[in-house]
């Protein structure tokens, strides 16, 4: 591969990664060709873009932008790397490869992963990243618990205007009576 071309591709990386979110780099070392084409599969299904890149590559295109990555550096960005990139949300890439080591034990490890400039280092926050809210469900439940209030204060004025005109009603049938 010439300078320019490697030139072309971090350039290419760097845009990819200031525009996208959420990425996560993965190990798939481990997986032979029909497994590799089984997890593109899955990734082109669920609209994640699936790159293999070189370390020093990903190292250079990270470098260009504002959040710092040095961590990833030493940790991260050693041996075979897949870059998966999603658009939308943080949480598809987790659930992609938790689903796909469900059917395959021990073939794919999660290195590391930016969502929106937060990082994760290690397989070990898999979890962590499945359990992340996107900004889409936090809106709604903070919309959710400011309507909360409101509609209790409405329907205890609903509810107490029932009752008092139940207590006004017994009240003058007493009288009557």
Do not use: W
């Not at 943080?90 to 059917?103: E, N, P, R, T, W």
């Not at 499945?130 to 209030?149: A, F, M, R, T, W």
Request: proline content about 1%.
């Amino acid at each position: 591969m010439t300078k320019e071309e490697k030139g072309a591709i971090i350039e290419e990386l760097a845009e990819k990664f200031a525009a996208t979110p959420y990425f996560y780099i993965t190990d798939a070392s481990g997986l032979n060709v029909a497994k590799t084409n089984e997890l593109r599969r899955l990734c082109f299904e669920r609209g994640i873009e699936y790159r293999v890149v070189k370390n020093t590559l990903i190292s250079k295109a990270l470098e260009r932008l504002d959040t710092d990555y040095s961590s990833f550096d030493g940790t991260v960005l050693k041996g075979f790397s897949g870059v998966m990139f999603h658009d939308e949300s943080g949480k598809v890439a987790a659930k992609l490869i938790k689903d796909f080591l469900k059917a395959n034990k021990n073939s794919i490890t999660l290195k590391g992963a930016s969502v929106d400039s937060a990082l994760f280092i290690g397989h070990d926050q898999l979890d962590t990243l499945l359990n992340l809210k996107s900004k889409q469900e936090l809106i709604g439940e903070v919309i959710g618990l400011l309507q909360s209030p409101a509609k209790n204060v409405i329907s205890g004025l609903q509810s107490g205007g029932n009752k008092l005109a139940g207590i006004l009603k017994t009240l003058s049938e007493k009288e009557a009576a």
